[in-house]
Structures are given as structure tokens and as C-alpha cells.
């Protein structure tokens, strides 16, 4: 019998032995981050193992889709359908999701130990640990079996074919995007010529370093001397693969040299990810995809994610599959072991018609992370483009940093909340909030918020996301500023963010049937239209895609519609 057959009980979370209290809370937390980190360890030792033994097939699942409901195609328009003037109540709001960041998560080790550092009574702490061998120290994989998952359909033959083929575009490059707004045309004024030293500093700072081609831009980072397979054949190869990389200890000095730049650059998960994709496939432009891929998880893995690699039986493309804290939408996933991995590398094949294949990992394996899809401030190089947004006596200008805008281009959908607290330039954002305070700072709370919500009505031209992206593309709220068209969401992300910083304006953040809107509550103000009562305080309906509507205006056909919360600005 295969060992890969051997391996589940062996590696499943055992309970804590008996043994004398820590003698501090800290004490013991490390204590437990000490034997997790051990733990992981080991399993990351035995990958190899894994990889080696039973692939099994699944079917990959239709992507979720964040609405039925289609948006309008034409911009609603207050002269077209008149609101009603009479006050209407909606029935109260729900949210849209549990409050907090992405989906819910474990307790953490604080919430199970509860307030004395003692373990809570409904949630035991366990450590995970390997079985204790008196004697003689036996392999791991001595246990006699292992539980192959319910969802699992066949297995895979070992034999099955991996295609070598270079041919796949690197992940970095420049997807095909619309032309952005205009820039504004500024006088020419003649420039004084400069000599350029022989050497310039950037020629100087490239020494011991290497290029990776990131969406466009080159990033240096430092040299690191390891070689990939040029090809794979077969998925047992994956087994060999790893080892290979784990021989010239690949992960440490990767991690040493390359991971400190994409920190310093603030990529959230996906994006080290997609950066080390990228690098990859600098690195190595003549080898095929599945080696590049082999190490581009083999370096997940490592760094502790709970990333997967799988294989289209129908094509031989290698897959990595990604596990994320948000809902993702759009995007094909497999469900294993009851948690959802999206495809996420591989996006360019062609899944119609095939299973996937993915090696069996014991139930200790799968406790690496999910991916944080959420982005909290982006400090790459920056390539200004002037941005001017007017209506009115409003006035918005300043310079979005173009080299932002492929890297989120073909982001993966989430939840509107998810864009709405997102950040990509808070730098650009803080100037946006200066200018909307100092523009409107001498009018009081509904009339600097009507001036807003017509600023945004109008300052935009309007269009569908299929009409003008041909997909459903979600900005986030620093798209608005390069591209010349935006719809319903992107607004409402918009208003509702300049609302809560700039004018202190409490607001939610409101989905009705194919249409994203807006509400607000302003203490001391009672506004004739359509309003709804949230834990004890009055909100009116604020809409930024209903031309010419003024707060408590809502649209007909949302009139009695109670809506969902997507997100909450308030005190």
C-alpha cells in the first residue's frame, strides 16, 4: 500500500497533554503559536509526500453572482420619473452581511481562552502535534488509513498528463482596459535641458538585483540564485518538483529577499500572490507554466497559505487554487473539505468541461491561511494622470496614480462593503476630503450634503459596467478618477465615503435590486420623502445615481422595496 494512503490520523489536531500551567497568559499563547508554527512544520517537510500520493477529480462550481437583477441601462433621471412627494416609510433595512472584515472567521486564541487566559468552556484549546511513538521514532505515515472526502468522485491516474507548454500570459502583465479621462490640457512651458550623469543612480541601484515585470511597471528585487524544472509530465512530478526547490532551500531565501519588497509596496495577499506569479515568470520566461506554477504555491505554501495546486484533467493546465476570507464572485471555485478554493492562478484556462485533480492532504494540512482580498493602501511607483471632476461651483482635481489602475483592473468581484473599505491611495483620498470640506465648509448639514449628493449626480457620465467594461467591474473608490464612465456602485462608494469624512455625515451604503443607493441621517433634520428607521435613528434616502433627486427622493420602484445594508458610516 502507498504511504500517501497512510497519511490522514497521523496528522489530525490531538488534544493538549496534561502538563503544568504556563505561568502567564503570554506565556502560554506562545506557547501555542510555538507548537502550531512546529506543527506546520512538519506538514510543510512531508509536502512532498502529499503531492506524491492520491489526486482525486471534483467538479468545479459555477461562479456566484453578486445580483440577478439587472442595472438600468439608461441613468434614472428625476424629470423622466417623478418621486413621490408624500413622506414614505420603507420597511426597516437588514444587513447585507455580518459586520466585520470578509467572512466569519474561527475564535480567535484570546476569544477561546477567555478573560482569565483560561480555556472557555464551549471552545477547548488544542494544539496540534503528532501522536506520541514510544521507542523507536516510526514515519508519520504509520496510521493505517486515510478518509478520502465525501465530494470526492475518482482517482486520478498518476499518469495523467501535464501540459509543459510555455504559452500561458504572465499574470503581471497589462490587461486590455478603456481609455481613462482626458487630461486636462495645461500651457506648455519650455523645459531647460539637464545632462544625464554617465551613471545614473538607478543604473547603480540595479546591481545584484533583478527585474520582475509587474502590470507594466519594473520592480526590483534582489538576486536569488535556484533553478526550476524546465517542464513537468506528469502529476507526480509536482512531488519531485518540490523537492527540487526545497534542496536548494528556495522558500527561506525568497522569502528573505523578495517578500520584504512586496510588504514594502503594501500588497495585500492576492496581490504577493500575483506578484510572485510575476516573478516567476520573469525569472523564468523558457520554462513551462506548471513548473512556474509548482513554485509559485510551493513559495504559498511555505509562507503558511492554505493555497492548493490542481490540475484541468481535460487540458494537463495547472491550477492554483485559493481560499478567501471575502466572497468572491465571478469566479470558479471547488468546494473541499466543505471551504471554497477559487481559481484564482490559472485564469486563462478553459475549465468548460473538465474536472479538476488536487492531491488528498490530511485534515492537519488544510490549517494554513485564507487570503485577505481587502487593500489597505497600495505604495508602488507612482505615474500621475490629472484627474478633473466638476458640476457647479464643486471642483475636483489632483493626479491618480496610474500604475494602480491594471493591477485592480480584473481584480476578483467581492462584496460592494469590500470596495467601500478598501484603500487603494489614502494620500489622494485625504486630498479629495480637504477639498470637499474647504469647497463646502460654510454650508449647514442637508445643504452641503444636497450639493455632494448633485456633485456626483452629474460630475460623472453614466454607464453600465457591460455596456463599458463588458464584465461586471466594481471600482474601487480612486477608479472613478481615471476612468470616464462609472455606474450606480461606483458612485454610492463614492458619496457615501466623502460623505462620513468630509462632512460628517452619517450614511449607509444600500443595495436594492440591481441598483446600489445610498441614505442619511443628519441630527436635527426632518426631510419630506422616503425614509426608514435603523436602530432608533431616521434615514432618508440620498441617491448619487438619481439625476436631479435631492435627499428623500427615491426612486418608484424602490418605494416600498425594504433594502439591504451594505456598509454603515456612523459614530
Known amino acids: ?16 497533554p496534561q502538563a503544568q500551567a504556563p505561568a502567564s497568559f503570554e506565556e502560554f499563547r506562545q506557547g501555542i503559536l510555538n507548537d502550531y508554527q512546529e506543527f506546520r512544520h512538519t506538514i510543510l517537510e512531508h509536502y512532498a509526500d502529499f503531492l506524491e500520493g492520491t489526486w482525486h477529480e471534483y467538479e468545479p462550481l459555477e461562479p456566484l453572482k453578486r445580483t440577478e437583477a439587472p442595472k438600468p441601462v439608461k441613468i434614472p433621471d428625476v424629470r423622466l420619473s417623478k418621486p413621490s412627494t408624500t413622506p414614505v416609510t420603507l420597511p426597516e433595512p437588514r444587513l447585507a452581511s455580518i459586520p466585520g472584515i470578509g467572512s466569519p472567521k474561527q475564535p480567535s486564541l484570546s476569544e477561546q481562552l477567555g478573560d482569565k487566559g483560561k480555556p472557555g468552556q464551549n471552545a477547548p484549546v488544542t494544539k496540534p502535534t503528532l501522536p506520541e511513538r514510544p521507542g523507536e521514532i516510526k514515519s508519520p505515515f504509520d496510521p493505517p ?34 481609455k481613462p479621462i482626458p487630461v486636462p490640457e495645461e500651457p506648455e512651458i519650455a523645459e531647460t535641458p539637464v545632462e544625464t550623469p554617465a551613471e545614473t543612480p538607478q543604473e547603480e541601484s540595479r546591481e545584484g538585483k533583478e527585474v520582475v515585470n509587474f502590470y507594466g511597471m519594473e520592480v526590483l528585487v534582489p538576486k536569488v540564485d535556484f533553478q526550476i524544472s524546465e517542464s513537468l509530465a506528469k502529476v507526480s512530478d509536482f ?21 520584504p519588497v512586496v510588504e514594502s509596496m503594501g500588497l495585500n495577499d492576492y496581490l504577493k500572490f500575483e ?98 482580498m481587502l487593500i489597505n493602501g497600495l505604495n508602488i511607483p507612482r505615474k500621475d494622470r490629472k484627474f478633473e471632476v466638476t458640476h457647479g461651483d464643486m471642483r475636483l482635481t489632483g493626479s491618480v496614480n496610474e500604475n494602480m489602475m491594471p493591477i485592480v483592473y480584473r481584480y476578483p468581484q467581492m462584496d460592494t462593503r469590500d470596495y467601500a473599505i478598501s484603500s487603494l491611495d489614502e494620500p489622494l483620498r485625504q486630498d479629495l476630503v480637504r477639498q470637499v470640506k474647504e469647497q463646502l465648509s460654510g454650508k449647514e448639514g442637508l445643504k452641503a450634503t444636497n450639493s455632494l449628493l448633485q456633485f456626483v449626480q452629474s460630475g460623472f457620465e453614466y454607464a453600465t459596467d457591460d455596456e463599458f467594461h463588458g464584465f461586471e467591474k466594481p471600482y474601487f473608490l480612486e477608479e472613478n478618477l481615471y476612468y470616464p464612465k462609472n455606474d450606480c456602485e461606483d458612485r ?72 439591504k445594508i451594505d456598509h454603515t458610516y456612523s459614530r
Open 239 to 259: 512531488a519531485r518538483h518540490w523537492k527540487v526547490l526545497d534542496e536548494q532551500d528556495v522558500a527561506q531565501r525568497v522569502e528573505e529577499a523578495v517578500i
Open 145 to 178: 488509513k486515510c478518509e478520502i472526502p465525501p465530494e470526492a468522485k475518482r482517482e486520478i491516474p498518476l499518469t495523467l498528463n501535464v501540459r509543459p507548454d510555455v504559452g500561458a500570459p504572465i499574470l503581471g502583465k497589462i490587461p486590455e482596459m478603456p
Open 275 to 372: 506578484f510572485l506569479s510575476a516573478y516567476m515568470d520573469s525569472k523564468f520566461p523558457n520554462a513551462g507554466i506548471s513548473p512556474r506554477m509548482s513554485a509559485v504555491h510551493y513559495m504559498l505554501a511555505n509562507l503558511g497559505y492554505n493555497a492548493r495546486i490542481a490540475v484541468a484533467t481535460k487540458t494537463g493546465d495547472p491550477i492554483i487554487l485559493i481560499p478567501a476570507e471575502q466572497t468572491l464572485y465571478a469566479v470558479t471555485y471547488m468546494q473541499l473539505g466543505g471551504e471554497k478554493f477559487y481559481v484564482l492562478g490559472g485564469r486563462n484556462v478553459n475549465l468548460a468541461g473538465t474536472t479538476l485533480a488536487t492531491c488528498d492532504l490530511p485534515k492537519g494540512a488544510s490549517s494554513g491561511k485564507k487570503f485577505n
Open 1 to 16: 500500500m502507498k504511504k500517501t494512503l497512510l497519511i490522514g490520523a497521523s496528522l489530525l489536531m490531538a488534544g493538549v
Open 492 to 563: 454610492a462608494i463614492f458619496y457615501t465615503y466623502l460623505l462620513w469624512n468630509a462632512l460628517g455625515i452619517e450614511n449607509q451604503l444600500l443595495a436594492f435590486p440591481g441598483h446600489e443607493s445610498a441614505s442619511v441621517s443628519i441630527d436635527g433634520v426632518d426631510v419630506p420623502g422616503t425614509s426608514y428607521t435603523y436602530e432608533g435613528k431616521r434615514f432618508f434616502i440620498s441617491d448619487p445615481t438619481y439625476i436631479g433627486a435631492t435627499t428623500g427622493m427615491c426612486m418608484r420602484q424602490f418605494e416600498t422595496t425594504s433594502p
